[in-house]
Structures are given as C-alpha cells and as structure tokens.
C-alpha cells in the first residue's frame, strides 16, 4: 500500500522539491535531520510535530509551484 501511494505522490513531491533545489535551498533536509534527532531521542511529540509540519511546508510548495505553472 505504502509503495502505490509513493507512486502516486511522487511527481508531486518532486513538483514542489524542484523549487527549492534549484535555488540551492537546502532547507529540505531540515525537516529529516529533525525527525532522526527526535526519534532518536525517543520524543514522539516531537516526531509528529515535525512530520506534521515537513507535510504543511510540502503542501504549500506544491500548490505554489502547481499555481505558477498554470499562470506561466
């Protein structure tokens, strides 16, 4: 199941990556360094939270980069 809907998603997750890539932007990578940290560290809060945000922030980067294709 968790394969099909990385297969589905995947050209979004690239849509919205290939902005911030492009532009040197290394904030990306944040959101994983985070989330080890705090797995590591065993704090679960901690763990949905930053998923919970690295979601918001790649949404928002999708639907940016999908409107700027539509205007372009």
Same mark, same amino acid.
């Given at each position: 199941?968790?394969?099909?809907?990385?297969?589905?998603? +995947? @050209?979004?997750?690239?849509? !919205?990556?290939? =902005? &911030?890539?492009?532009? =040197?932007? *290394?904030?990306?990578? #944040?959101?994983?360094? *985070?989330?080890?940290?705090?797995? /590591?560290?065993? &704090? +679960? /809060?901690?763990?949905? *939270?930053?998923? =919970? $945000?690295?979601? $918001? *922030?790649? /949404?928002? /980067?999708?639907?940016? @980069?999908? @409107? =700027?294709? #539509?205007? !372009?």
């Amino acid at each position: 199941m968790i394969q099909t809907l990385w297969h589905q998603c +995947r @050209a979004y997750k690239i849509v !919205g990556a290939q =902005g &911030r890539l492009a532009d =040197g932007d *290394d904030s990306l990578w #944040r959101y994983q360094a *985070d989330l080890l940290a705090a797995a /590591r560290k065993k &704090r +679960r /809060r901690c763990c949905r *939270d930053n998923s =919970g $945000t690295s979601l $918001t *922030d790649a /949404r928002n /980067r999708i639907k940016e @980069a999908l @409107a =700027g294709q #539509r205007e !372009g």
